[in-house]
């Protein structure tokens, strides 16, 4: 069965450090894989996808995710963390086939500290 | 170009009555989604369709029922409306070639 597992519920990290927001899968088949920010009060956004290709993938707002397919995960990275990047972040896998449905995992709250 | 909206924002209701919450998008995008997100448990699919006149069954749809008359609008019902369906409610839609899926701001559905 697929699923997408988010092992923090919290990361905190004072502003111009690095981030890492953790997120391992598992699917049948090649992972399409995505990142989603939410600020409060608001829809997700997209950040970033793996389809294909380079493992390094980078998104908006300076962030970039590694693709590790022997360890079945897809960590978002940032190298210096804004306070503006606190939010909460959701990891998600594709199923399905063509249809392109997701599954999300429960989410990390990232808290950037000045 | 407003992408997703979605009616209304808020909303309280008893238990047992109905309403319906509209998603419209104008991205003629082929795919839309109803999802609904409570604490600790991401977002679950509740319904989508893959184009105007369909819909399908997603993760948790009982309780709810759909419809899609028009590409632009993807329409949630709730019948009777149950305590444990106080939820926030996004609408999201997606090209028909394309990967990324584009939320709505969310329906914050309080049932009583």
Known sequence: ?114 | NAGVTQTPKFRVLKTGQSMTLLCAQDMNHEYMYWYRQDPGMGLRLIHYSVGEGTTAKGEVPDGYNVSRLKKQNFLLGLESAAPSQTSVYFCASKELNQETQYFGPGTRLLVL
Do not use: M
């Open chain 1, 1 to 114: 069965a697929q699923s997408v597992a988010q092992p923090e519920d919290q990361v905190n990290v004072a502003e111009g450090n690095p981030l890492t927001v953790k997120c391992t899968y598992s699917v049948s088949g090649n992972p399409y894989l995505f990142w989603y920010v939410q600020y409060p009060n608001r829809g997700l956004q997209f950040l970033l996808k793996y389809i294909t290709g380079d493992n390094l993938v980078k998104g908006s707002y300076g962030f970039e995710a590694e693709f590790n397919k022997s360890q079945t995960s897809f960590h978002l990275k940032k190298p210096s963390a804004l306070v503006s990047d606190s939010a909460l972040y959701f990891c998600a896998v594709k199923y399905g086939g063509s249809q392109g449905n997701l599954i999300f995992g429960k989410g990390t709250k990232l808290s950037v500290k000045p």
